[in-house]
């Protein structure tokens, strides 16, 4: 079946189900594939979230930004509109991708891809000696993509998520927090220029200095602002390996005031700093059976239980130092002096050393050993929140400790930011 029958079909059925008024030659232009095929339109309804589920009337599979164009138009030029809502990896918790009734872009897929590295004319204002680099991508492309293709130059984004199977406008759309953050903002704060498609169909380049209402409002803007297309990323010289390290506490002040202590060093210079922080919560005898901690396991120093056998719930810090073979001889040492500074149960120390993407991608590991047992694709009821410093000890006796104590096994990540980044 040729393109063009297809669309007259969809629009057909938005006619007949919505007694929409789209005039044909309207989406004529498209040159991907507007699909209503059962299973186009089964995919595009789930997430992982696993909770809700609408189904959209049909889905664009773009072949260009003007797909996205020309479909936004369409939505904003016909008499009542339908929705439209873009769809990176569709890894959302509660349907934010779907689009009941109207119509789904799948940003995920796009044949011939593209990734191009660049650096910035005025590079020489940046603060590192190699920086100014950075990459533009498709707005559907996976971070797993952006990362690999980045590599490949010896250079890497330096703001992250947990996990690398997401994808650039998906992610962008809310924040992007990982244990970067505290140094570099989250990956909303690592942006130098977007491409959006409103939502009168109109493309438009923004950033800081360029129509950056529309910049600021597309970040963290929840899809809500138009599609983005293409995003200008900042990228760094790539670590080459990184250490990892785990340390656990029985006093939850203890553990936060160490949290904060770390992430105030964020304007000390590389060496006197980690790359990395985070933590979580362990409210069963669960780190060794979490699904984070494949890559510690056979180095376990300590027997879990016998420490959670005093006090319930325990606490893991968790740090990385990322190193090349310039940096290789002094790692340890600039480890071990911010250890020292800390106050965690003596004897607690997990460490490991890997690759720098194998780290990244750590997650990854996990994923499929839980798919591998069907443990991947089940309802995620997950919630993410900010509790200010004010009120996290009482967060604690009243979640972690109250609430959570000895009655869940999914993680709970605690890891603290500065609110000016
Ligand atoms: C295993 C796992 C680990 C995670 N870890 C982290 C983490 O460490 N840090 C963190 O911050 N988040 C994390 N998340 C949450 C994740 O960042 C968000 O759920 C993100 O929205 C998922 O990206 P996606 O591409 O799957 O987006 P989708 O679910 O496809 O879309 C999310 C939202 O963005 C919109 N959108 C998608 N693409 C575009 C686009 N091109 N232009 C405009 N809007 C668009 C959608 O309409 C929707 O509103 C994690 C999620 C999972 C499943
Ligand atoms: C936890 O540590 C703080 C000091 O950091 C101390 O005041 C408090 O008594 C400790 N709590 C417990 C239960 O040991
Ligand atoms: C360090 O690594 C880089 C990149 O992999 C390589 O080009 C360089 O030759 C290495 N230098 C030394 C001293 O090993």
């Known amino acids: 079946m040729d393109t063009e ?35 186009d339109v089964e995919m595009a309804s789930l997430d992982f979230g696993g909770l809700s589920r609408d189904k959209p009337l049909a889905v664009l599979h773009p072949a260009s930004v003007n797909d996205v164009v020309e479909l936004m138009s369409s939505a904003y030029g016909s008499a009542r509109g339908f929705t439209v809502s873009a769809r990176g990896h569709g890894h959302s918790i509660n349907g934010q991708a779907q689009a ?23 590079s020489s ?27 490949e130059y010896g250079l890497a984004p330096r703001s992250w998520t947990d996990y690398l199977y997401l994808s650039v406008g998906g992610t962008l759309s809310n924040a992007g927090i990982s244990g970067q953050a505290f140094n570099h903002g989250p990956q909303i704060s690592n942006v130098y220029e977007l491409d959006v498609v409103t939502g009168k169909g ?31 990323i900042a990228l760094e010289p790539a670590p080459q390996r990184v250490r990892w390290i785990r340390v656990l506490y029985s006093n939850f002040s203890t553990f936060t005031r160490d949290q904060e202590y770390l992430i105030s060093l964020h304007g000390e210079p590389a060496s006197q700093k980690f790359d990395y922080v985070e933590g979580f919560v362990i409210v069963d005898e669960g780190l060794i059976n979490n699904w984070r901690s494949s890559f510690f396991s056979p180095r376990n120093p300590v027997k879990i239980s016998s420490i959670a056998a005093n ?40 460490m490991t050393d890997l690759p720098y993407i194998d780290f990244l991608d750590r997650v990854h590991k996990a994923e499929l050993k839980l798919k591998s047992k069907g443990l991947w694709d089940v309802p995620h009821p ?28 999914g993680p709970i990540l605690i890891y603290p930011m500065n609110k000016d980044k």
């Open 125 to 151: 204002s940046s603060s590192s000696s190699k920086g100014g680099f950075y990459v533009d991508v498709w707005g559907g492309e996976l971070w797993i993509d952006v990362l690999r293709g980045s590599l």
């Open 5 to 39: 029958l297809l669309l007259m079909v969809v629009i057909c059925l938005l006619i007949s189900t919505d007694g929409l008024t789209l005039e044909p030659t309207e989406l004529l232009g498209v040159e991907g594939r507007l699909s209503v095929e059962a299973t």
């Open 202 to 232: 109109e493309l438009v380049t923004c950033s800081e200095d360029k129509n950056s209402e529309l910049f600021h409002g597309v970040l963290g803007g929840l899809g809500q602002f138009g599609i983005i297309t293409r995003a200008r």
């Open 100 to 122: 009941a009734n109207g119509v789904v872009i799948e940003m995920s897929r796009l044949k011939g891809s593209w990734l191009r590295i660049g650096e910035l004319a005025h």
């Open 311 to 350: 006090g319930g719930v325990l606490y893991c810090l968790e740090m990385t130092k990322n190193y090349d073979n310039t940096t290789a001889t002094t790692v340890d040492q600039e480890v071990e002096a911010l250890l020292k500074k800390l106050d965690f149960i003596p004897a607690s120390v997990f």
């Open 382 to 409: 997950w919630l993410n929140l900010f509790v200010p410093k004010s009120a996290i000890e009482e967060f604690d006796s009243g979640v972690f400790k109250g609430i959570l104590g000895n009655k869940t096994s």
